[in-house]
């Protein structure tokens, strides 16, 4: 899930920020992240994710993905178990395995809320369609585009989908989508947010002009800052990386942070480091200079 590549691993120039806190997590991203472009994780990153674990510092996946896209790292979760998914709406505990997930903490987006910003979002940009992600799964208008993986639970205008006598009104929203077939991503992006406003957060991670709305104030950063929180662990104290405009918030709230060598220039902006692209194992590369600074400090 990513666009506007700016460099290649052969024209990077990586920027490590000096760990002057010893790192006690590591928040990643998933896709263009951790995951190739293949979605697989890599024999290398399995590794340093384990190694990471067995030092003692946590990992937590941080994505936009929703929970029942999570099979791709059910395997590679240790002690906790947890990712934060939905840019932050949910967390979710991953020990159950493919298809047993359970949501540990939900910030739901309210379905007024999400109509108020669909309505200005038609005004604004006409011809958007839009799809409702709830807990149980994703429904969407007639003339949104279908995501082959995961089939609607059902088709309908999306004012009907947040009804409240919908067939999903029980389970809560993580998020609604919207889709533009003509505007560019990031043209998108900056047209939603200045129709929206604080009524909601609208971020992206797709390479078509796909948005994602989240509840006010949810984000990865608010999310990752909450399970941090309740473990007395400090930004400064957490490592994290990522390659697309949701994981702006996080990248600056962090206290050491990561863009991809493949990432959005606004990513890399954001960042106090750069790592090599999620081809190269770029989190895995930072994962092993982390572990071996901390063998070389208690060797001295």
Known sequence: MRDNRVVTSATARPRTPAHSVPPRLIATDLDGTLLRDDKSVSER????LAAAETAG???????????????VVSDHVHGHGLAICANGAAVVDLHGGPGAHRFAKVRALAAPNALEVVE????????????VDRTGGVHHEPHYPPLRMDPAVSVAPVEKLLARDSGGADQPILKVLAHHPDLTP???LALARAAAGDRAEITRSSPTALLEISAPGVTKAGTLALCCAERGISPAEVVAFGDMPNDVEML????SSYAMDNAHPDVIAAASGRTVANNDD????VIERILAERLSRRAD
Do not use: K, Y
């Open 252 to 255: 600056t709230w962090a206290g």
């Open 186 to 188: 990031d043209a998108f």
């Open 45 to 48: 990153t399995v590794a340093a």
């Open 57 to 71: 510092i946590e990992v937590f996946f941080v994505t936009g993905r929703p929970a029942r896209w999570m099979d």
């Open 120 to 131: 200005l979002l038609r005004a604004a940009a006409p011809g958007t369609s839009f799809a």
């Open 282 to 285: 770029g989190v895995a590369v």
